[in-house]
């Protein structure tokens, strides 16, 4: 995260703080949605997978009334954190017995605060079955779901931005003898100014083109850029023969 002083804060432009600003709501976003993610599991764990000795027991989950358990419980959580954050209720609170959400709405928050339904949520339950550990979820769903988020919150982040904006973004974060302005995209131009605050003020020298399109980094700033040698330099001035 970059720190920047009262003074620098005030010259920051009006469009370029709010970025800021919003690129910490999206980070807060994005933790509080994977640790949820986590409480997911563990809660339909809870809930679904204890045998009569009070144990956890995974093999439960071969058994069809168990996967449904499991994965509606799941969507249960996931679906008590969206209503919190729609402010359908109070967090802790229930949903009160008048408030008309179908199943329909109810996947559609589940969607767009964690990116899974409970529809598909069966799904991957009844093809995993007693092979759904955690590091399961974790390596083959859980990163899927937080890529999807991920995406859709810094597109968010970015969308008060404007062409218009593209040159402050650029003499901003130094980037004038970097790139071309003319040749970036709005997309581009948000890639730099969050490398810029997420490095603390400051943008790579070499390889720019990991950030932004190839064809707007000038020459030397881009990956793999040989510089001509000095035999070549020469041989690029001499004139040609008649």
């Known amino acids: 995260m970059s720190e920047y002083n009262a ?5 920051v432009p009006e469009h ?10 999206e980070r807060k976003l994005i933790d509080t949605t994977d640790h949820h993610h986590r409480m997911a599991y563990e809660h339909a764990v809870e809930k679904s997978l204890k045998s009569k ?5 995974m093999r ?10 499991f994965a509606d419980n799941m969507a249960d959580f996931y679906l008590d954190k969206a209503l919190d954050y729609f402010n359908y ?12 959400i179908d199943i329909f709405q109810k996947d ?3 969607n767009a605060y ?16 007693d092979q759904f550990t955690f590091d399961q979820f974790n390596r083959k769903y859980k990163a899927r779901f937080m890529q999807d988020i991920t995406e859709q919150l810094q597109a968010v982040s970015m969308q008060h931005l404007k062409p218009e904006h593209i040159d402050d973004i650029v003499k901003f974060t130094g ?24 490095a603390g003020g400051v943008l790579p020298k070499k390889d720019l083109d990991n950030i932004v399109h190839w064809y707007a980094v000038k020459d030397k700033f881009r990956k793999n850029y040989v510089p001509p040698k000095k035999d070549d330099k020469k041989k690029a001035q001499l004139p040609k023969a008649a």
Request: net charge neutral; hydrophobic share 35%.
């Open 7 to 11: 003074k620098e804060k005030e010259a």
């Open 16 to 25: 370029i703080k709010t970025y800021h600003e919003n690129i910490e709501k």
């Open 175 to 198: 980037a004038k003898d970097m790139v071309d302005p003319k040749l970036l995209k709005m997309e581009d131009a948000a890639n730099l100014l969050r490398n810029h605050y997420e």
């Open 89 to 100: 209720k109070k967090p802790g609170e229930t949903l009160k017995a008048d408030a008309k």
């Open 114 to 129: 964690a990116g899974v339904t409970q529809s598909k949520l069966r799904q991957i339950v009844n093809a995993e079955a």
């Open 53 to 57: 000795d009070n144990l956890i027991d």
């Open 60 to 69: 439960l989950l071969k058994q069809d009334e168990h996967q449904l358990k």
């Open 108 to 110: 559609m928050l589940m």
